[in-house]
């Protein structure tokens, strides 16, 4: 299948915008992404941001670049590139892991590098948690959305998803995915195929 061209892709990307109700929405080719994407704000500009790697342009069928770029809008439609807790929980992870060797370091009681260790590794669990819990939101929504514009959002979100399933590492399919930002993407798929409330996914920014 040809590389869709600019024209195509912004077209895509604002009508899924416009499915998600979001005000603006900025897409951006990035090399650095290589076959990925993601969804990101940044401090210059208050417009949501969606990358796309240009491996990921060049390489991915209709349906894996369609259910991408809907994953990633869903992603600021559930407003997580916004949500505070995941950012303070990463810098309380890394500063009590500093301060827990720091402590070793300098022969402080044994209790309090204990104590910071456990912090540590308790905030990265808990970030990394609800980082999984957001990828599932997202796929749902995802499907939701392409729904909004007519498509299968479903099939498509599977065929995304199935498309990448080979490419991950079974340990992390395995066991990696519980200290990771995302599920396994056999678990998404499940997910995604066997939904608890088919064709629903639930907000929390209009």
Do not use: F, K
């Not at 604002?14 to 990925?36: F, K, M, Q």
């Not at 992390?172 to 998404?188: D, E, F, Q």
């Amino acid at each position: 299948m040809s590389t869709p061209t600019p024209a195509s892709l912004a077209a895509l990307a604002d009508t899924l915008r416009t499915a998600a109700h979001l005000p603006g929405l900025l897409v951006y080719i990035s090399p650095e992404l290589d076959d990925n994407a993601c969804a990101e704000t940044r401090h210059c500009t208050p417009t949501p941001l969606v990358g796309i790697g240009t491996t990921l342009l060049a390489t991915a069928g209709s349906d894996a670049l369609h259910g991408t770029i809907a994953h990633e809008i869903a992603h600021h439609a559930l407003g997580h590139p916004t949500d505070p807790a995941v950012p303070l929980l990463d810098r309380l992870s890394a500063w009590s892991a500093i301060g827990a060797a720091l402590a070793w370091a300098a022969h402080l009681p044994g209790a309090l590098v204990l104590t910071l260790a456990i912090v540590a590794i308790t905030a990265h669990l808990t970030s990394a948690w609800m980082q999984r819990r957001a990828e599932y939101a997202a796929d749902a929504y995802a499907a939701v959305l392409l729904d909004r514009i007519s498509q299968p959002g479903a099939a498509i979100i599977a065929a995304t998803l199935s498309a990448h399933l080979a490419d991950e590492p079974r340990w992390y399919a395995r066991i990696g995915w519980l200290t990771g930002s995302h599920p396994a993407t056999s678990a998404r798929l499940h997910r995604i195929t066997h939904p608890r409330t088919p064709n629903t996914a639930r907000r929390t920014h209009a």
